[in-house]
């Protein structure tokens, strides 16, 4: 039963963040053509800006109502009104830091309010993620993915609107402000009335405590995480200006769409790990490797297929953006990498093992300012992107060596999908090489991922049963 529901959740839910993220991409490339580099960088610093505060207001809670939601769902209303608790005053505080520091950087009048526009969003979202990991909780992603488009939906309706006015950056932000407005209050009504619990914050000292406990690795590895995903873009703003954070965030944009793969797969993987931990170990290890082949067969010939088309995918944006060509080629060398972290991060989460995850991510946290402090100085977007390389490559190596110690993998059984599929990764790159010149983008692409799954089931890195599954998954069948 818990295989069907991870198959349906995945199927729902994948199939939602592909049109979020294509309604997204699609969104961010007007944008980037409406906008100059300057302008672009003067929009994302301001929502990086935002977004590494964020995780102050959530510190990891959401994680641990996810996983302690999917334990024992009778305590689901004590855990959510304490949790509420618990963020109400890191609201305050986090608002507080995110206006004080931006006056302090002394930046100008408009990117300040851009920050105070995105700090709206930023408290919005922080409380809608909370209402969903409830939902999550319950094995149910089905309203997560019906609100993950509508966001969407409404942010290139109003931004669109926006440009189209030519009413400025301020206009275009308040797009964002009005979907989260959406978010806060669609999942709010389903955790009241959908799910019948109560949205009302618990003091209940003894029980916050016991949350505080569980949540404190949660809490840093999420901090370090935010701060890892999003420091390099206010670095660059603030070593190298707003041209270069335009620039990386042209690359940054195409790696962040492409994760909704690993993303939604962890997201119904992770309440199942929880589960198959305290009661099927077997299980657990069967599961994972089959996530990690999984990700493998999707991340590679997506990662050698955009590298090798680069300059096609740049000339969808402005000429200004042609320096974006070799920062996108250096990110997505570590995209295999990006895919694999999210299996792997996910099973120490689930086991219990949180503290070695928020060390490995503590880890890459320091690399990557150590390396962005040495290299954007001197390569502006270009060091950025070889710090994501090098960083993720670092937290896989040591996060895959924690694994055998957790579970009994199989390792064969992954590195023989990963040999199949560099095979035919490297087939379908010749391809590619032999077309690019001659044929339009879009159908290169999709002649090249068709001739890439047809040589991965020759060479038997798939069969049929994982296709009959995936077909069930949306069939419904048993």
């Known amino acids: 039963m818990k295989i069907n529901n991870i198959a349906k959740n995945t199927s729902y839910f994948t199939f939602a963040l592909i049109l979020q993220k294509v309604i997204s991409f699609t969104y961010f490339t007007l944008i980037a053509r409406a906008l100059l580099p300057e302008d672009l960088g003067k929009y994302y610093f301001a929502i990086s800006f935002t977004t590494i505060f964020a995780i102050f207001i959530d510190l990891g809670l959401a994680n ?9 769902k009778e305590k689901t209303k004590d855990l959510l009104g304490n949790i509420l608790a618990i963020k109400i005053p890191l609201t305050i505080l986090s608002l ?3 206006v004080i520091l931006v006056n302090v950087l002394n930046y100008p009048e408009l990117t300040k309010q851009l920050v105070y526009l995105s700090a709206i969003c930023m408290v919005l979202d922080s409380f809608t993620l909370t209402f969903f ?3 999550r909780g319950f094995h149910n992603l089905t309203f997560e993915s019906i609100s993950s488009v509508i966001f969407q939906l409404i942010v ?3 931004g669109l609107t926006a440009l189209h006015l030519n009413l400025g950056l301020k206009f275009l932000m308040g797009a964002l402000v009005i979907a989260s407005v959406f978010n806060f209050i669609y999942s709010s009504i389903l955790v009241r ?3 019948k619990i109560k949205i009302t914050p618990i003091f209940d000292p003894q029980f916050i405590r016991a949350i505080v406990k569980i949540t404190i690795p949660f809490g840093m590895f999420a901090v370090f995480q935010r701060l890892y995903m999003y420091l390099d873009s206010v670095l660059l703003s603030v070593l190298s200006g707003d041209k270069a954070v335009g620039l990386y965030q042209i690359a940054f944009k195409i790696v962040f769409a492409l994760q909704f793969l690993p993303m939604a797969f962890t997201a119904s993987l992770y309440p199942v790990f929880s589960s198959y931990w305290a009661g099927d170990k077997d299980q657990l290890a069967i599961t994972f490797e089959r996530a990690m082949n999984y990700l493998i067969i999707i991340s590679l010939p997506i990662s050698v297929g955009i590298i090798f088309l680069a300059d096609k995918i740049i000339l969808l944006f402005k000429p200004e953006y042609v320096e974006a060509i070799l920062p996108l080629q250096i990110i997505m060398t570590s995209l295999l990498f990006i895919f694999l972290n999210f299996p792997i991060g996910s099973l120490l989460n689930a086991c219990d093992k949180q503290k070695i995850n928020t060390r490995n991510m503590g880890i890459g946290l320091v690399v990557s300012i150590i390396l962005n402090l040495i290299l954007i100085p001197r390569f502006q977007a270009v060091g950025a992107s070889i710090t994501v390389l090098f960083t993720n490559f670092i937290m896989f190596a040591i996060g895959i060596f924690y694994i055998p110690k957790i579970i009994k993998i199989r390792p064969w059984k992954i590195i023989s999908v990963f040999i199949k599929a560099v095979l035919s990764t490297c087939v379908m790159a010749f391809l ?21 799954f047809i040589m991965l089931f020759l060479f038997r890195g798939f069969k049929k049963e994982d296709i009959d599954s995936i077909y069930k998954s949306f069939c419904r069948k048993a």
Do not use: H, P, W
């Not at 641990?64 to 024992?72: D, Q, T």
């Not at 001659?438 to 001739?451: K, P």
């Open 64 to 72: 641990v109502l996810i996983r302690e939601v999917a334990k024992v």
């Open 156 to 158: 290139i309706c109003f």
């Open 193 to 195: 009335f959908r799910f």
């Open 133 to 135: 990991s409830v939902i």
């Open 432 to 452: 590619i090489l032999f077309l690019k010149q001659e044929l339009n983008i879009f159908i290169v692409v999709a002649l090249s991922g068709i001739f890439y």
């Open 96 to 98: 507080l830091s995110t």
